[in-house]
């Protein structure tokens, strides 16, 4: 414990020494072009020659955490879709929209990693934990449970939309807020309603009579003619 | 007076009925003669299906690397990222065919973890050094598809079916593009090679876009270089 507050303190004081010996980038230049001054190894390493301004340094974990969960949701929708594709479920229809949304939150995670590091960040692979789920559901709970991710990924937008508006606590950063909200909240604001749609007209398919396997049987085929 | 009760309960039984949804259909029961793959086979096809998750984690890490602002190797982000959707075509792929065989009617949600570990390595010294993890990688995928092939031909379970379709198919489909691709990582790291003491400073020179088309000319003719 005592080591580990004592590293910490290193690492704070090198953080200081860091941030007093960053130059502007220009000077930087003028130094390591100047033939006979004693140079560092590399002095563009602690200059401000990079893309970092403004907030990143104080979104940048929350960013890299919403990328994260884009991976992981891919995964799992990529798991949904598979359920539905085997032969005794045979919903080509489910299959189809778990994939795409699967395709998506894919590509949205390749396009906050070029996001991340267009401001200069990195994007950090940590461990992922996710609680080990069951994506084996049937019909009208696949859509349940998908609505839910797409509301807990709103939410994860809105956190950050919010700390980048606040002017006070030096998060600030309207290049990001813009970003999330004409990037994910506009498109997941879309999905949302997607799904809840979906869900209404279903469930008063399935509430009309016993036998429902025409009414899923008709509600799958309209997703795969979509 | 009683039967009056007796319709109101009634009435109550069945709008209580009626408000509730019937959300599950009864499977029929489907003769399973036709599903003959086996069952260490089976096993073999879906850890390559993780396996080809973990190939595609490596190299979005790779493009993630490239990307950055102090490392700037924009063509070599773009290739590594497509590399990464690349494999996880190849996991989608591989889900299909056992789909088609009649697989994957239970287990799925263990199919692909959610959680992973920590990627060992999310730093690469330079390009030819990303290539060069990226040609072992290939080797690794290549060889474990290679034990998948030979654990489905000749499974250890007293079976002794030989599965002559999904053997054809990882030959065809997969074997096939693993050797091209190899070849044309080998390619790439051999050019990068050969005008290494050049490319150090071209490279370094060639991240502005502009720049690119010279580059490309002096490639092109080897005695400019």
Same mark, same amino acid.
């Given at each position: 414990?005592?080591?580990?507050?004592?590293?910490?303190?290193?690492?704070?004081?090198?953080?200081?020494?860091?941030?007093?010996?960053?130059?502007?980038?220009?000077?930087?230049?003028?130094?390591?072009?100047?033939?006979?001054?004693?140079?560092?190894?590399?002095?563009?390493?602690?200059?401000?020659?990079?893309?970092?301004?403004?907030?990143?340094?104080?979104?940048?974990?929350?960013?890299?955490?919403?990328?994260?969960?884009?991976?992981?949701?891919?995964?799992?929708?990529? =798991?949904?879709?598979?359920?539905?594709?085997?032969?005794?479920?045979?919903?080509?229809?489910?299959?189809?929209?778990?994939?795409?949304?699967?395709?998506?939150?894919?590509?949205?995670?390749?396009?906050?990693?070029?996001?991340?590091?267009?401001?200069?960040?990195?994007?950090?692979?940590?461990?992922?934990?996710?609680?080990?789920?069951?994506?084996?559901?049937?019909?009208?709970?696949? =859509?349940?449970?998908?609505?839910?991710?797409?509301?807990?990924?709103?939410?994860?937008?809105? =956190?950050?939309?919010?700390?980048?508006?606040?002017?006070?606590?030096?998060?600030?950063?309207?290049?990001?807020?813009?970003?999330?909200?004409?990037?994910?909240?506009?498109?997941?604001?879309?999905?949302?309603?997607?799904?809840?749609?979906?869900?209404?007209?279903?469930?008063?398919?399935?509430?009309?009579?016993?036998?429902?396997?025409?009414?899923?049987?008709?509600?799958?085929?309209?997703?795969?003619?979509? | 007076?009683?039967?009056?009760?007796?319709?109101?309960?009634?009435?109550?039984?069945?709008?209580?009925?009626?408000?509730?949804?019937?959300?599950?259909?009864? @499977?029929?029961?489907?003769?399973?003669?036709?599903?003959?793959?086996?069952?260490?086979?089976?096993?073999?096809?879906?850890?390559?299906?993780?396996?080809?998750?973990?190939?595609?984690?490596?190299?979005?890490?790779?493009?993630?690397?490239?990307?950055?602002?102090?490392?700037?190797?924009?063509?070599?982000?773009?290739?590594?990222?497509?590399?990464?959707?690349?494999? @996880?075509?190849?996991?989608?792929?591989?889900?299909?065919?056992?789909?088609?065989?009649?697989?994957?009617?239970?287990?799925?949600?263990?199919?692909?973890?959610?959680?992973?570990?920590?990627?060992?390595?999310?730093?690469?010294?330079?390009?030819?050094?990303?290539?060069?993890?990226?040609?072992?990688?290939?080797?690794?995928?290549?060889?474990?598809?290679?034990?998948?092939?030979?654990?489905?031909?000749?499974?250890?379970?007293?079976?002794?079916?030989?599965?002559?379709?999904?053997?054809?198919?990882?030959?065809?489909?997969?074997?096939?593009?693993?050797?091209?691709?190899?070849?044309?990582?080998?390619?790439?790291?051999?050019?990068?090679?050969?005008?290494?003491?050049?490319?150090?400073?071209?490279?370094?020179?060639?991240?502005?876009?502009?720049?690119?088309?010279?580059?490309?000319?002096?490639?092109?003719?080897?005695?400019?270089?």
């Amino acid at each position: 414990m005592k080591m580990n507050s004592s590293t910490l303190f290193v690492v704070c004081l090198l953080g200081i020494i860091a941030n007093v010996n960053a130059k502007e980038c220009r000077a930087t230049i003028q130094d390591a072009c100047r033939p006979y001054i004693n140079k560092q190894s590399n002095p563009l390493l602690e200059s401000t020659c990079n893309a970092r301004y403004g907030a990143i340094g104080h979104l940048e974990p929350d960013l890299v955490k919403y990328a994260t969960s884009h991976l992981v949701k891919s995964f799992e929708y990529l =798991l949904m879709s598979t359920h539905f594709g085997n032969y005794d479920m045979n919903r080509e229809g489910f299959e189809k929209l778990f994939r795409g949304y699967s395709d998506s939150k894919w590509a949205d995670t390749i396009e906050l990693i070029k996001h991340i590091t267009k401001r200069g960040g990195k994007m950090n692979f940590s461990p992922i934990s996710t609680s080990a789920d069951n994506y084996e559901l049937y019909e009208i709970e696949s =859509l349940a449970k998908a609505l839910d991710m797409e509301k807990s990924s709103m939410n994860d937008a809105y =956190l950050i939309h919010e700390r980048a508006i606040r002017k006070i606590d030096s998060s600030h950063d309207p290049e990001i807020s813009h970003y999330i909200e004409e990037e994910f909240v506009e498109k997941e604001a879309g999905t949302i309603r997607e799904l809840t749609g979906y869900i209404t007209e279903l469930s008063q398919m399935l509430a009309e009579s016993e036998d429902n396997g025409l009414a899923l049987h008709f509600f799958d085929d309209y997703l795969k003619g979509l | 007076m009683k039967s009056i009760v007796a319709f109101a309960f009634l009435a109550v039984v069945i709008s209580a009925v009626s408000s509730e949804l019937h959300c599950t259909v009864k @499977r029929p029961n489907i003769p399973n003669d036709w599903i003959d793959m086996v069952r260490p086979c089976v096993e073999e096809m879906k850890k390559q299906i993780q396996k080809e998750i973990n190939a595609s984690m490596k190299y979005l890490a790779m493009g993630a690397h490239f990307s950055r602002d102090t490392v700037n190797r924009p063509g070599f982000a773009k290739y590594f990222f497509e590399a990464a959707s690349e494999e @996880r075509e190849h996991a989608i792929k591989l889900i299909k065919y056992l789909l088609m065989r009649g697989e994957l009617v239970s287990g799925v949600s263990k199919l692909i973890k959610t959680s992973f570990d920590a990627l060992p390595t999310t730093h690469w010294n330079n390009a030819v050094a990303a290539l060069e993890d990226a040609l072992k990688t290939e080797a690794e995928v290549t060889k474990s598809i290679r034990n998948v092939i030979s654990v489905c031909e000749e499974p250890n379970d007293n079976s002794r079916f030989n599965d002559y379709h999904l053997s054809d198919y990882l030959t065809g489909e997969f074997l096939e593009e693993q050797y091209k691709g190899q070849r044309d990582i080998a390619g790439k790291i051999s050019n990068s090679r050969n005008l290494w003491a050049t490319m150090v400073n071209l490279e370094n020179s060639c991240s502005i876009k502009n720049c690119c088309k010279q580059c490309k000319i002096k490639y092109s003719r080897p005695q400019f270089v």
